[in-house]
């Protein structure tokens, strides 16, 4: 019989080399992914301890991480039939129970193991041994809470999250999203110096008696009963007037907004501006009955303030006590029995009705052009008068930095550290307080102030929210206060119209600006033109709108 010859199956592949189809012999068997370039390890490891240093744990595993379950053996007993004869615990000497040493990062010292050494059986000991046990027990415990507060003490707890400033309604349209970053990069320069339109209001002079101050000669904060005027853009009946006679003006704001969209990218709480465009002016407001005037306090800290309720140091009542604290200061540091700094015109919001004096200040409504076609019209406010080194008058703007517990603020006790270590204690409410100290200076540079002057002022005790001493003042002139932590004027604007671009781009309308509470994002809603008004509101913005038109 003649030889035969069977070629092999050939499977042809012209768009690349190698098979294409699975053979038949190799079908469904499972298959391990590897790299060439996977370092091959051990075949088989009996001992256990081929990976005690963690730091070779992976240097064997493949690129296509932790595959391969297919082949892993489970080794599996039925250990429920098995019973341990003997169940006496075993005991150990008194001496030299727990000590020992477990290598580099594995300590493992007597006090840390007391706790985990098996109590000698009482019976076996002699009276004086178990007194002895007794005592050794005790020391523990105490040792185990000593050592459990050192450990939780600098553990930083986890950021709760934050509820908005509005609750945001799913019928609301979002027409654009601006994070921070890209709100940092945003620069406006070259912005003329403002136009004064109208002056009103009157100014006490500072006491520079409060210069002399120190932690040594601290004094009681006093409570000084006095009317504060927070009215919101639409309801200033000057501005009403100046939306009439400035034609060319079709945007307008108060200093307290315009501040808050300038130094957006340091904020952190959640905060929300109503827009209103109507005729093509904006008009930018803040909701009534509203938190937004509201200091808020270690907004910026590497750990804010997180306590819930009536607590103490819940972050709504620290706002509340740093807003106290700050208009009694404004007011305390005054000569109230001197001459006044008078403006033009008298305080617009001074009611006839109101028992009680109104505190010291003066509103300044200033115009600037921001190009392309808008020009805003800002109200701001400033708090004081003094006289300078030629008795010349300058404007001040008053404002208190309150300290509340030092613990929660870098440990840099104000009462120990201020008079010998001010620009330490400065820096600290710099890191702490980013973006209410950034508004200050805004405000003080928007209202053309010549000086920006700075109250310390801590709780009489950590645990008394309702007593405060000053403990110092301290000055500058706002334009070099905010070179020092990088306050860009120029980004400030450039923030501003850029929103305001967004919003002259829309229908007339209302609008709502948001800070989201958990993220660094602004967004901009288009919302019914009923919104956060009642019946009687809803009728007079309808006579606003028709004056405007």
Known sequence: MSARFEP??????????????????????????????????????????????????????????????????????????????????STKPMYGRGRGFRGRGNFRGRWNNMNKAAPAPMQSLTKAQQIKERDRLRQVKKWQKQQAGRQNYHRSAPIKN???????????????????????????????????????????????????????????????????HTVTTTDDPIIRKLVKNEKE??????????????????????????????GGKVFLDKRDNTEFDLLTVSETAAEPPQEEGSNLNSPRNLALEATFVNHNFSQQVLKTDGEKYKFDM???????????????????????????????????????????SNNEVQLVNLKALNEWDSRFAGNLDWRQKLDTQRGACLANELKNNACKLAKWTIQSILAGADTLRFGYVTRYNVKDSSRHVILGVQHFKPIEFGNQFNLNMDNAWGVVRCILDLIMAQEDGKYLIVKDPNKQILRL?????????????????????????
């Open 249 to 278: 003006a079709n945007v307008f704001v108060t200093d307290a907004i315009l501040s808050t969209l300038m130094c957006a990218s340091r904020s952190v709480y959640s905060w929300d501006i109503v827009v209103q465009k109507i």
């Open 346 to 388: 008298e305080n617009p919001f001074v009611d006839a009705d109101e028992e009680g004096e109104v505190a010291s200040v003066a509103y300044r409504y200033r115009k600037w052009d921001l190009g392309n076609n808008i020009t805003l019209v800002c109200r701001c406010e400033l708090d004081a008068a003094q006289l300078g």
């Open 525 to 549: 809603y288009d919302i019914p033109d009923t919104t956060f008004e009642s019946e009687e509101e809803s009728e007079e913005s309808e006579e606003d709108e028709k004056d405007a038109m």
């Open 162 to 228: 934050r509820d908005a400033s509005v609750m945001v309604k799913d019928t609301w349209k979002v027409i654009e999203e601006m994070d921070f970053p890209r709100l940092g990069k945003l620069s406006l320069p070259n912005i003329n110096n403002p136009d004064d339109l109208i002056q009103c209001g009157s100014l006490e002079f500072y006491d520079k008696v409060w210069d002399r101050v120190n932690v040594k000669g601290e004094k009681p904060l006093q409570r000084i009963d006095r009317i504060f």
């Open 8 to 89: 092999p199956f050939i499977q042809d592949n012209p768009t690349g080399w190698g098979p294409n189809t699975i053979p038949a012999q190799f079908k469904d068997m499972p298959y391990q992914p590897f790299s060439k370039s996977d370092r091959l390890g051990k075949v088989s490891d009996w001992t256990g301890a081929t990976y005690t240093d963690r730091r070779y744990m992976a240097k064997y595993q493949s690129q296509y991480g932790a595959g391969g379950n297919q082949y892993a053996y489970y080794h599996e007993e039925d250990e429920s039939s098995f019973q341990l004869v003997d169940t006496t615990k």
